[in-house]
């Protein structure tokens, strides 16, 4: 796991400041006026209108382009670079390389390994060469292809199946694995499948997947004498601007980092990339602002993708429904430098259902291909590929109904930790049960399994679920609420709104507390240099995380307000409730005065509350959990799969806007849609070991068409109390986990094909339809 996937996914172990202090924990919301309702995003006018200012929308003036050149093959030495002809050129003001003062730089891609910025021994086709930066982008590209590069091309390999192959070359000369053989192990495997009835063993691998965010990756840089301003489009502005003070050798204070608005990033963006210190350093060399925004090409080779999985899983079961043992093997390859991505393919077989024996292999080995990065809940729907697969098949090797497999082995606690500590909630159960009647499963199990076997058109369901790792956020996480004297509020909050709608959300949680209507507040967030720190918006953790600190603030700022109020009222504080702007006496309703005629607030001006993230429960666990239920229509000619519905039971804790919370789902549900049906990154093995679709019209992500209309959120709205005090534990992530496992089921159901590649594509699927035939 990557240092930036840790920064995400773990809270931090310092102690930090609470408030409100421990002991004093504020009762859990009961009735809300906004919070759990469906509210329209904060910013929707500035998101609709194009008023939004994204970092690729930004304009300086006397600003230049920045563009990089790429090493156009897999694997490559750099002999020599001749940029003379590029220099010259019209609109030229810099061409920096591995040879130019300053550019000289390491590059730390993980926590303890380095490259250099421009390193002459390129490992991937995509690896950074050269740059230029130019009056207009077009003179930039023009530029970028006028330099002469002598590269030694050397033996490549680009499939992880093949990395260990003997005689394969070596992407790294330590060999191709990137550490031992990670094992996991409880109980004794043999024992357990020496215990079941039915023992099952299947290989599965997913394709890689490409993250492909509407906004590329990229920033504007500008130099302020010896100060950095870099605009980014990111997920955290804190991680950038310390990768790039580390790199840089500059403190902390010197470097500020804004991201605003950002379009899209699924992981690709926790972490900085080496195009953000390109653009500083030819800003530097020009005395200029530089913009350097990659083209889509450049995103699909070098910053990050869901790396393809390949898995093997042995599981046995008894009659009714106890499972004995999983035994789990998986390979991914996080390319030339795996930064992220690449583990937990095993979590859901290590800690999903009761199994008392399970062993699990990971290896994670070389390619020369770009960089893995963390992509949407990494790890996970890989192996939820392969175990909710496998749960399927059992279930019917058993004569048993899936869902009832699965409710047979619901953990209340987490088997894969340390010590098996409980969770603190756990709606697995609910979204199973509920799930299931909600999208009529039983019905429609029924009606597919009635439908005739030489049908040409047929219809199948699917079912699916899942546990997400991360949960309930964690600290650290400081924010800062002022209330003014007109009654209005300023939310100040360093963590990044990555299109999820936490800014709403922030927005809700403070009109809840203040009795204030979310549009008067005013929201400033995402930049080192004027807000607080945060981590990266990652890991379904920015609303549990942020939250609780945004409560606690506006919990501050209401006492102090309902002290001066007191005051003035000649009334106790604990008798004061706050109404629509006005502070009103819980006895007597007819004592009120509203916030901006205090005289106390208008003397002063401004009250200031500061909130801190506490710590999550101690030897307990937050998760999330999901159960998603589908129906497919498959046409037994060509091929073809029409996903006809969707539903998704979520426990993700408390519902914190209906309207956003439904937004995740129908998202992440596409994203999984993706993963069963369209996506795949192709690398031509045999002869180039370049990337064969690198743009979107030979890459292929859903369209409107490949989605259905009917997609069901069905939330478990049950506020988890314990985890902190807004009862949030995240939804992104899990929401794109069962997903490409529900609708291979469904396929399963209606052809009594079990597809373990995917992406379950109609040239695939004919294939083996047309297979089964032959074979009858
Ligand atoms: Mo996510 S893959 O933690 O942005």
Redesign the pocket.
Known sequence: MSAEEKN?YYQADTPVPETPPPGKAPAPWKKTRFIGKSATRVDAYERVSGRALYPSDISLPRMLYGAILRSPHPKARVKRIDAKDAERMNGVHAVISASTPGADLYWPYAADKKVKLFDPLCLYEGETVAAVAAETPYQAWDAVRAIQVGYEVLPFVVDERKSLDPHTPAVHPEGNRVKPVEIYERGEVAKGFAEADVVLEQSYRTECELHTPLEAHGCVARWDHDKLIIWEST?GVFPVQARVAEVLNMPLSKVRVIGHYMGG???SK?QTDKSTIIAALLAKRTGRPVKLFLTREETYLAVGNRPPANMKLKAGVKKDGTLTAFQFSGTATGGAFPAGGTSLLDWLVRELYLCPHVRCELSDLYINAGPSR?????GHPQGAWALEQMMDALAEAIRMDPVELRLKNIPSFSQAREGKPPYTTTGLKDCLEQGAKAFGWAEARKATSDIPKKALVRRGVGVASCVWFVGGGGPPSTVILRLFSDGSVNLNMGASDIGTGTKTVMALVVAEELGVKPDIIQIEHADTGTTQYATAS??SKTVPTESPAVRAAAIEVKQQLLKLAGEEMKLDPSALTIEGGVVVSANDPSKKLKIAEIPGLKSRGVIVGIGYRGPNPKNKFVNPFCAQFCEVEVDMRTGEVKIIRFLSANDSGRVMNRLTYNNQVIGGITMGIGLATTERRILDGSQTGKMVNRNWHDYKLPTALDVPALITSLPIDRPDDEANITGSKGLG?PVTIPTAAAIANAIYDATGIRMAVSPINPVTLCEVLAKSRKEG
């Open positions: 995400v997920q990033a699924f992981g926790l963390p992509f949407r809940a990494p990652g890991g992530e």
